[in-house]
């Protein structure tokens, strides 16, 4: 039977392919096809305690039986994602949604975090950022940190979103947005989505920089082949 890999970020350099086809037998495993991966391509055992494999956008154990036309997602450590969205959002309409849904349950504040595009990393200069999202998985994700978010007791509302495209420095990013009955739970919480998002959303990173194009792979940087 036949199925279809793809791959992202800093794997495309690693196997010089965005994506390929492969012949298995009827009764391939998941598993299997890990093994085959690392041995075929040996330079992605640098991220091997966190590659993410994907069947058909969901999760999957190494004993799942592979089945015609499925396609496998490989992906290394995640850099980000979010609720996506192609533009920015009004931040003032947001909060004031937020305020006039939540004060009358109990809040007093809201937690806003706004991540936007560096213009340096180091020494060096940062013209552009490409973010990727592998979907329907992302939005999955994010649909799933915002409803952990909202069932922490003491949390009133939580919104995340994320852009996707090519962004310029100065451009906003992600917003994280929490409103609780105290801001302890509303920073903690905050705070835990975010690193959730970072670690957890398949959103992809290039770097396009006047050194050089990078992948930002998890919290390193890993330079994009020619």
Known sequence: MRIRVKYFSALRDITGKI???????????????VDWFFKTYPKALAYRDD?????????ATENYLLREGDEVAIMPPV????????GEIDIG?????????T?????????????FVKGRVGDAEVGELDYEAYEPYASQKIAEIEQWARSVDGVLDA???HRVGALKPGDHTI??????????VSFSVARQALERVKHE???????RRNDGDYWVVGDGRRIKKA
Request: charged fraction near 25%; charge should be negative.
């Open 19 to 33: 994506a390929e086809e492969l012949d298995v037998p009827d009764d391939y495993t998941l598993g299997e096809l």
């Open 51 to 59: 590659v993410i494999f994907l069947v058909n956008g969901r999760n």
């Open 79 to 86: 850099s980000g994602g979010g609720g996506l969205i192609s």
């Open 93 to 101: 309409k947001e909060v004031e949604d937020i305020i006039a849904r």
């Open 103 to 115: 004060a009358p349950r109990g809040a007093g504040g809201v937690v806003i975090f706004v991540g």
């Open 159 to 161: 919104r995340i979103y």
């Open 175 to 184: 917003y994280v947005m929490v409103a609780g009955i105290n801001r302890d």
């Open 201 to 207: 959303v398949p959103i992809f990173k290039l770097e």
